[in-house]
């Protein structure tokens, strides 16, 4: 388990992480959202001891982590993938690892087999993929056996394969009982992997909630799909009862805010033949730009702006 109570982290005139409290429990993969400069990687390091809280506190397993006898086998983590010694092979790197932090060395095989680096582990870092790079980092986390696991943007640099590998492997170590925290930009990804959101901007809470409860709450859409051979008649009458209603690029309807039952019922009213009519639920893309809209410093505008930076 980690806590965070009331952390903060001044840089200067930055305040990257601001009185944060959170806690990421066992047996789950909870996803740590946050906009580009949010604080994401700050509190990560400050849970393992890398940086300094300028206030409040981060305990891993119920201490600071700097303060454990056994770090690597109490927390592992990924942040940073190019911090490993290019000259060195990978299972250099790890055995290396091994042997400082009193692990037993046939440790080394097995992560290089459960991250599946094969063959590669005995060439040089120095040639490795980005991908590579990752499954190094992720099996460098994973030497100590520990209970805790952070990872920062695992999937970077990772194919489609990598990523549904990240997926499983967070997954099985969450099911086996670990405390798995894990921070991503791919909101597709996270949807389908997190049971847990911890959302953060401008160094502060925005969310701390089951990934059902961000996807049912505050800024969470309910919409109606419907296809329809008449779709003006539908429109008028989904109007006069106040409906928004969207026509999408294939030439369908969504209607906000409403039930597929209700627009199943004004289209029987109005005659209209219905071929299809489906509930659907904002993504969490949707949902997490809706939360983090006020806390997003700069975005790229989108057409049919200029190219360039908008000030929000
Ligand atoms: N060593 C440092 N010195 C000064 N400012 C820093 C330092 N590290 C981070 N910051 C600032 O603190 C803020 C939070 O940065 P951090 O890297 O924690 O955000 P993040 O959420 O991980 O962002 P990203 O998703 O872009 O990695 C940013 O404004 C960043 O510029």
């Known amino acids: 388990m980690i806590q965070v109570r009331g952390l903060t982290k001044q840089y200067g005139a930055v305040r990257a992480v601001d009185d944060l409290t959170f806690d990421v429990q066992p047996g789950k993969v909870t996803g740590f959202l946050g906009p580009n400069g949010a604080g994401k990687s700050t509190t990560m390091r400050m849970v393992l001891g890398l940086d ?9 397993a119920g201490r600071p982590f700097a303060t454990l006898a056994e770090p690597l086998r109490t927390a592992g983590a990924l942040l940073d993938a190019g911090a ?29 087999d459960q991250v599946g680096l094969g063959p590669a582990a005995r060439r040089r870092v120095r040639g490795y993929s980005l991908g590579m790079r990752q499954r190094l980092g992720i099996a460098t986390a994973l030497l100590g056996d520990p209970a805790v696991l952070l990872f920062d943007e695992p999937m970077n640099g990772l194919d489609l394969d990598g990523v549904r590998w990240i997926r499983r492997l967070v997954r099985g170590l969450a099911d086996e009982g670990r405390t798995v ?3 991503s930009h791919l909101m597709s990804e996270m949807e389908q992997t997190a049971d847990h959101l911890v959302i953060i901007g401008r160094g502060r809470l925005i969310a701390d909630a089951s990934m059902q409860e961000v996807m049912r709450g505050e800024g969470a859409q309910r919409q ?39 627009v199943g019922d004004v289209a029987l009213e109005a005659g209209v033949a219905v071929h299809r009519l489906a509930e659907e639920h904002s993504s969490l893309e949707q949902v997490y730009l809706d939360l983090t809209g006020d806390s997003v410093q700069y975005r790229v505008a989108v057409a049919p702006e200029p190219a360039g930076l908008v000030q929000r």
Request: hydrophobic content about 35%; proline content about 9%; glycine content about 8%.
């Open 52 to 60: 300094r809280p300028t206030a409040g506190s981060a305990l891993v």
């Open 84 to 112: 490993v010694h290019p000259g060195r092979s990978g299972r250099d790197h790890l055995r290396v690892a091994a042997r400082t932090h009193g692990i037993p060395l046939r440790r080394v095989d097995d992560v290089v």
């Open 181 to 183: 925290l894990l921070s």
């Open 224 to 262: 109606v799909r419907v296809r329809t051979p008449s779709p003006e008649p539908l429109v008028g009458a989904l109007r006069r009862r106040r409906l928004q209603v969207h026509p999408t690029e294939d030439g369908d309807l969504l209607v906000e805010g409403t039930t597929a039952e209700t």
